[in-house]
């Protein structure tokens, strides 16, 4: 009997063994096949590839640095409205009574299931007509934003800013759904020890809540912004789709999956490779992102006191 149990955990661990180790040979082989398929480009261009904005297929001329450009900016954008948001609505699901919160973390969670050309097309036909006639007349008119930097006084309802609108409700229910779950887990005590000194919601939302789930927070926050950069389909229709260097968040611009997902069908030699080097790029973001967010949580467990 205890030989057959030894058997069967060493068993159980060989295929816990095999499972991790095959989550990184995937990573490891997406990383090759793109550095192989992308080898003309890099020894066309080289490193002027990153700092190139020109895009020319005709003359085989082509840069990353408009895409990467803005997908870093569109993905800025979508975490400065959903993050607030996203905290907001999971701290007030959380505290609500049993119905309401039920109710509400369903229709929230609903967002999740919409595909994203749904949201693409509901950019489209809605949000980009709104944002031509009402938001960005208000924005460049009454409160003068184009006198800020990066902020253009031309606009047409299409460009960065309407995709990073996009992607902040694409990616609001994924934070929301790991943030509710982080205020339900910090323990009840720390709450009630914070308001029986006197602190306000906000106050113990930002000094107990938000410090003792920063692990959790984190982890949603990576959620959504994979999600955002990753993006294709719903920012391809409202982008505008132009690979110049965009001067201002109301300009049309192409991010790197939406340069990929419009030009890839019809490449061929160098234009294929160059977009195959768009594609390790985005995957090399991604990896940066998660090396730069393990070493914040380990470089700051003292002063959290782990």
């Not at 480009?41 to 002027?48: D, H, Y």
């Not at 119905?99 to 489209?124: K, R």
């Not at 300009?251 to 234009?271: R, V």
Request: glycine fraction near 8%.
């Amino acid at each position: 009997m205890k030989i057959s149990m030894m058997k069967t955990d060493s068993c159980f661990k060989g295929i816990c063994w095999f499972c991790g180790s095959l989550v990184l040979l995937l990573t490891a082989g997406f990383f090759i096949q793109l550095l192989l398929a992308s080898t003309d480009a890099w020894k066309e261009f080289g490193w002027r590839f990153f700092i190139s904005s020109e895009w020319n297929p005709a003359a085989e001329k082509f840069g990353a640095l408009p895409s990467i450009v803005s997908t870093l900016i569109t993905t800025a954008i979508a975490l400065i409205f959903a993050l607030p948001l996203a905290f907001a609505a999971a701290l007030f699901i959380a505290d609500a009574p049993p119905l309401t919160s039920s109710i509400l973390g369903h229709a929230v969670d609903m967002l999740a299931a919409i595909p994203s050309v749904i949201y693409g097309m509901w950019g489209l036909f809605i949000l980009a007509p709104l944002m031509q006639k009402y938001v960005q007349p208000f924005m460049v008119n009454t409160l003068h934003m184009d006198k800020l930097p990066f902020v253009n006084s031309t606009y047409n309802g299409f460009g960065l800013f309407t995709a990073g609108l996009i992607l902040a409700v694409m990616i609001l229910p994924y934070i929301c759904a790991v943030l509710r779950d982080v205020v339900k887990m910090t323990p009840a005590v720390l709450k009630e020890a914070a308001y029986g000194i006197g602190c306000t919601k906000l106050e113990a939302a930002k000094d107990i809540i938000l410090r003792y789930g920063i692990r959790g927070i984190l982890g949603g926050i990576l959620i959504g912004l994979g999600r955002a950069l990753g993006e294709t389909m719903a920012v391809l229709f409202v982008i505008g789709n132009i690979m110049n260097m965009p001067k201002g968040i109301f300009d049309s611009a192409s991010t790197i999956s939406s340069t990929l997902a419009s030009n890839f069908a019809e490449a061929d030699g160098l234009q294929r490779s160059a977009l195959f080097a768009l594609g390790l790029i985005l995957l090399a973001m991604c990896l940066c992102i998660q090396l730069l967010s393990q070493y914040f949580i380990h470089a700051t467990k003292a002063k959290r006191g782990e």
